[in-house]
């Protein structure tokens, strides 16, 4: 069984929301090439840096928070015991967990938001796989405890295809973090006709009411499958659209991956990804980040431009 909490609906409208309604956001952008970039071998557990290797990810955290990011992801992508298990790091779950909310705190201080980061189970869930909706919500319940006890501002449930897995993370994130908002971010694919539909089949308007009916303060996209950095922006429309009151949060790819000699290469510039958020920010977008192949140099350039397109408030958080 999940720990429990009391769930009180007024405490997941914190101060991070507050401030959404005041003002837009940076989020940060890629973690895995860059880990690739120090060393770590392709396939091998980019969380067990959060102990092994912390001054690594600390430095990773520090150039996005001093590329201007607001908000800081956890390196707790894979910090399922799902994800862990293939690497025999299960029974680290919660330390590991522990050590990625730190860690990030460590790097940023408390002049930006950390959101501790919450990616998929990495199996189907029933009926079209063997897990069932309580072995992984507890799995959930059991990271998320982990990255409060490391301090994370809010929870951040990616790169969600199944709408029903995304609905079990925002339950999870109720129950282990009930005091703290929940951003919901779902990875679509582009189908050639122009719809965009997650990949398990699921329109935006019904994927994004999901997981505002689940509880999600922030709802929104990242990364995803045949999107060119427009497509992002026509996305956005789709779910502010669908969003209600809820903020959204649009972390684009940096272009559509390109083969290049046997290698996939991300190869929109900065300058680029400014002017994309930019558009993100005029479609309504409130959180604008980056997902695969962004680097803190895109990241600059997207966090001058959303600072210059705020109305009022400082460059702190809180
Ligand atoms: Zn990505």
Known sequence: MCSSGFFDADMSRNALT???AARPLCGDGGMGTLLLARGMSAGACGMAWNLDRPEDIKAIHGAYHQAGCNLITTNSFGGSRFILETHGRAKDVRDLNLAAARVARAAAGENAWILGDVGPCGDFLE?????????????????IEGLVAGGVDA??????????????????????????????SYAFQKLPDGR??????????????????????????NCG?????????????EIVAAAGSAHVIIQPNAGAPQQVDGKTLYLATPEQMAQTASQL???????????????????????ELIGKSRNFGTNNAH
């Open 18 to 20: 507050l401030e959404l």
């Open 127 to 143: 009926p079209v796989g063997d897990l069932t909706s309580d072995e992984v919500r507890e799995a959930f319940c059991e990271q």
């Open 155 to 184: 929870i951040l449930v990616e790169t969600m295809s199944d709408p029903g897995e995304m609905v079990i993370g925002i339950e999870a994130a109720r129950i282990s973090a009930p005091n703290l908002p929940v951003a919901a």
């Open 196 to 221: 965009f539909l997650t990949m398990m089949g699921t329109p935006v308007a019904e994927a994004i009411k999901r997981a505002v009916d689940a509880g999600a303060a922030i709802v929104g996209a």
């Open 225 to 237: 499958t045949s999107m060119d950095l427009e497509d992002y922006i026509a996305l956005c429309r």
């Open 281 to 303: 920010l005029d479609a309504g977008a409130c959180i604008v980040g980056g997902c695969c192949g962004t680097s803190p140099a895109h990241l600059a350039a997207m966090a």
